[in-house]
C-alpha cells in the first residue's frame, strides 16, 4: 500500500525524495540535489514536500514527490515543481495524487487562488487530464522543451469556492 504525506526537509523519508528527484529529474540534465540547492536558495526550505512511500522489508520507500513553492512572482498562485515518480511505479496514478495532494493543500491549507508548473511537453497530456490547461508558448528550461501550464481554483458559477471534498 501506499501512503501520501506531507515532509519537511528534517523527515527521515526527505533524503528518499530527494535520491528521487534525482534519479528521475536531475541526473538526465546533469544536475544533482547540491547544484539544484544552488540554483533555487531557499526553495526546499520555502517548499511543501509531498511523497508518496510504501513499506519495504527495509523500511519505507519514497516513489513519489512533488514539490509545492506558495509565495512566487504571481501572487496568489502557487508553483508545483520537481514532479517525479519512480520508473517502475509510473502509470499506477501515483503522480494523479500527489498532484491532487497538492492541490488541496494550496486551495484549502494556503487559500491560494491558483497554481502553475513548467511542464516538459510529455507531460503535459497528464496535467491536461487534471484539469490543468496550457499558458505559453514552448520554451527551454535545463536544456529541455517545457510550457507554462496554469490550474485555478475550482469553484462554482455563482458560489464560494467548492471545498476540495466537493470537486
Known amino acids: 500500500m501506499i501512503e501520501y504525506r506531507q515532509i519537511s526537509p528534517d523527515s527521515p523519508l526527505y533524503p528518499g525524495a530527494c535520491e ?7 541526473r ?6 547540491a547544484r539544484f540547492k544552488a540554483g533555487y536558495p531557499g526553495v526546499e526550505e520555502r517548499g511543501v514536500h509531498f511523497v508518496a512511500a510504501m513499506e519495504t522489508p ?7 514527490s512533488a514539490l509545492l513553492i506558495s509565495e ?3 501572487p496568489g498562485r502557487g508553483k508545483l515543481m520537481q514532479m517525479a515518480v519512480h520508473p517502475q511505479r509510473q502509470g499506477e496514478g501515483i503522480g494523479k495524487r500527489l498532484v491532487i495532494e497538492a492541490e488541496t493543500h494550496a486551495f484549502t491549507e494556503l487559500g ?3 497554481l502553475f508548473c513548467h511542464a516538459q511537453l510529455d507531460a503535459i497530456p497528464f496535467y491536461e487530464k487534471l484539469g490543468w490547461r496550457t499558458d505559453s508558448e514552448t520554451f527551454q528550461e ?3 522543451p517545457h510550457k507554462k501550464m496554469r490550474l485555478d481554483r475550482p469553484t462554482a458559477v455563482g458560489s464560494p469556492p ?6
Not at 528521487?20 to 536531475?26: A, F, G, S
Not at 467548492?162 to 470537486?167: D, T, Y
Open 20 to 26: 528521487l528527484r534525482e534519479l528521475v529529474l536531475l
Open 28 to 33: 538526465p540534465i546533469g544536475y544533482d540535489m
Open 58 to 64: 527495509g523500511g519505507p520507500r519514497v516513489v513519489g
Open 72 to 74: 512566487t512572482d504571481e
Open 112 to 114: 491560494l487562488e491558483g
Open 142 to 144: 535545463a536544456g529541455i
Open 162 to 167: 467548492l471545498p476540495v471534498s466537493e470537486w
